[in-house]
């Protein structure tokens, strides 16, 4: 049984172009993501999944340093990708997590791997509905699930997004990792504007430098320390 833990990663992206390849921690958003991914309980392989694109071909070295697998595929068919990254490495479970939330939490991450495999269901998540901080968001589910969705969804939004078709169709089974809610929900740990880049740099100046990896509660608590912290992107936030 192969647990592959799936990274999206792009260079192209609209509202901050080349965020992944930014310096953070001692290193980039995207080796500090595949750091903790590593760490995950349970995974067998990581896996950083990239557009065939020439333009994303500088995600290549940095995501085998941090010792994951590079897969290739669409840069729209986002989904098309995942399935064709889950075949190179012959998993048997995928656990999708976006390169752009660099405080992922390598343990809740274990919990949602755990849920999915002790309930005996398609799909897990710890998103459904949202209670953590965003950016903590993780999904776990069979490589035949995977294959089902491929195969059947046709609406571009499922194709870009990976897991609608899992998360709806009335065929799969599906379990929730529970959060805390409340302000915890409310906070934003991802990285899409310049006030969010602003907010990990603040952030992990306040962490214990690698290679610990502080929990998600350790985190909140550091930013609940330091309320100016949590201020800096407060605006970007989304009522979730």
Same mark, same amino acid.
């Given at each position: 049984?192969?647990?592959?833990?799936?990274?999206?990663?792009?260079?192209?992206?609209?509202?901050?172009?080349?965020?992944?390849?930014?310096?953070?921690?001692?290193?980039?958003?995207?080796?500090?993501?595949?750091?903790?991914?590593?760490?995950?309980?349970?995974?067998?392989?990581?896996?950083?999944?990239?557009?065939?694109?020439?333009?994303?071909?500088?995600?290549?070295?940095?995501?085998?340093?941090?010792?994951?697998? %590079?897969?290739?595929?669409?840069?729209? $068919?986002?989904?098309?990708?995942?399935?064709?990254?889950?075949?190179? %490495?012959?998993? $048997?479970?995928?656990?999708?997590?976006?390169?752009?939330?660099?405080?992922?939490?390598?343990?809740?991450?274990?919990?949602?791997?755990?849920?999915?495999?002790?309930?005996?269901?398609?799909?897990?998540?710890?998103?459904?509905?949202?209670?953590?901080?965003?950016?903590?968001?993780?999904?776990?589910?069979?490589?035949?699930?995977?294959?089902?969705?491929?195969?059947?969804?046709?609406?571009?939004?499922?194709?870009?997004?990976?897991?609608?078709?899992?998360?709806?169709?009335?065929?799969?089974?599906?379990?929730?990792?529970?959060?805390?809610?409340?302000?915890?929900?409310?906070?934003?740990?991802?990285?899409?504007?310049?006030?969010?880049?602003?907010?990990?740099?603040?952030?992990?100046?306040?962490?214990?430098?690698?290679?610990?990896?502080?929990?998600?509660?350790?985190?909140?608590?550091?930013?609940?320390?330091?309320?100016?912290?949590?201020?800096?992107?407060?605006?970007?936030?989304?009522?979730?």
């Amino acid at each position: 049984m192969t647990t592959a833990i799936i990274v999206q990663a792009r260079l192209g992206s609209t509202r901050l172009p080349g965020k992944v390849l930014m310096p953070l921690a001692g290193t980039t958003v995207l080796e500090e993501m595949l750091r903790r991914c590593r760490a995950i309980p349970g995974a067998d392989v990581v896996v950083c999944a990239i557009p065939e694109d020439t333009a994303d071909d500088a995600l290549i070295a940095p995501a085998t340093r941090a010792g994951a697998v %590079v897969a290739r595929g669409s840069a729209g $068919d986002v989904l098309g990708r995942y399935r064709k990254a889950a075949d190179q %490495v012959d998993a $048997d479970v995928v656990v999708r997590i976006t390169s752009d939330c660099p405080l992922a939490d390598p343990g809740l991450c274990g919990d949602v791997i755990a849920l999915r495999a002790a309930r005996g269901v398609d799909y897990a998540a710890n998103n459904m509905p949202p209670r953590f901080p965003h950016g903590l968001d993780c999904e776990a589910f069979t490589a035949q699930s995977l294959r089902r969705a491929d195969d059947a969804a046709r609406d571009p939004y499922e194709r870009e997004h990976v897991t609608p078709w899992l998360r709806r169709n009335p065929a799969i089974t599906r379990a929730t990792l529970d959060g805390p809610g409340g302000d915890a929900a409310q906070q934003r740990w991802t990285l899409d504007f310049p006030e969010d880049y602003a907010f990990f740099q603040a952030v992990f100046a306040q962490l214990p430098p690698p290679p610990a990896i502080p929990d998600w509660r350790a985190t909140l608590a550091v930013i609940d320390a330091h309320p100016e912290i949590s201020a800096i992107n407060a605006a970007r936030r989304v009522q979730r």
